[in-house]
């Protein structure tokens, strides 16, 4: 079974570091990009970027590039987003999802990872 | 690149029909046959019920179909259930990938 199974909950201080991950099995997982996704509180899905974990080739929205660093661990079938300074704005659930290796969908997708920051 | 835009909620009786729009431009949903849609359970993963327009995945119910025209895409839910009741987004990949801004599917 394809599974991608995230970090759990974190809860920080605005200006704090954060690194959440997001672990593949079922699949080869370097050989498929892997798109993060983030849900504001009550809000809709955003598109934040995808990452291939097979030569680190990433690929940010511009509305994140330079907010966030994605980066992969191709050994241990990980992959990862990165704050180094957190902002209470950056509080959401934030999901991994494996993208199709012929097309463009997003199949399957992990449980999420809420992050909450507040002084 | 704007969210692509979708009515805020709709609502069925079991067993109606219901379908959901997601209108963009030429340049992400009218250019290109890579419209996905995905049901989300609050507290749940999203689950991808339509690719590529009008693929449905193995195991999603054929009640759950997909079609274009133009720069809108639609999802139509027939034979509601109770079950279907989720938060549902079109999302679409142009030069990037943008989502929808999502609809509320009420079962009455």
């Known amino acids: 079974e394809v599974q991608l199974v995230q970090s759990g909950a974190e809860v920080k201080k605005p200006g704090e570091s954060l690194k959440i991950s997001c672990k593949g099995s079922g699949y080869s997982f370097s050989n498929y990009w892997i798109g993060w996704v983030r849900q504001m509180p009550g809000k809709g899905l955003e598109w934040m970027g995808l990452i291939y974990p097979g030569d680190s080739d990433t690929r940010y929205s511009p509305s994140f590039q330079g907010q966030v660093t994605m980066t992969a661990d191709k050994s241990v079938s990980t992959a990862y987003l990165q704050w180094s300074s957190l902002k209470a704005s950056d509080t959401a659930i934030y999901y991994c999802?494996?993208?199709?290796?012929?097309?463009?969908?997003?199949?399957?997708w992990g449980q999420g990872t809420l992050v909450t920051v507040s002084s | 690149q704007s969210a692509l835009t979708q009515p805020r909620s709709v609502s069925g009786s079991p067993g109606q029909s219901v379908t959901i729009s997601c209108t963009g431009t030429?340049?992400?949903?009218?250019?290109?046959?890579?419209v996905s849609w995905y049901q989300h359970h609050p507290g749940k993963a999203p689950k991808l019920v339509i690719y590529d327009v009008s693929k449905r995945p193995s195991g999603v119910p054929d009640r759950f179909s997909g079609s274009k025209s133009g720069n809108t895409a639609s999802l139509t839910i027939s034979g509601l259930q109770a079950e279907d009741e989720a938060d549902y987004y079109c999302c679409s990949y142009g030069s990037t990938y943008v989502f929808g801004t999502g609809t509320k599917v009420t079962v009455l």
């Open positions: 999802a494996k993208r199709s290796g012929t097309t463009t969908y997003f199949d399957p």
């Open positions: 030429s340049s992400d949903v009218g250019g290109y046959n890579y």
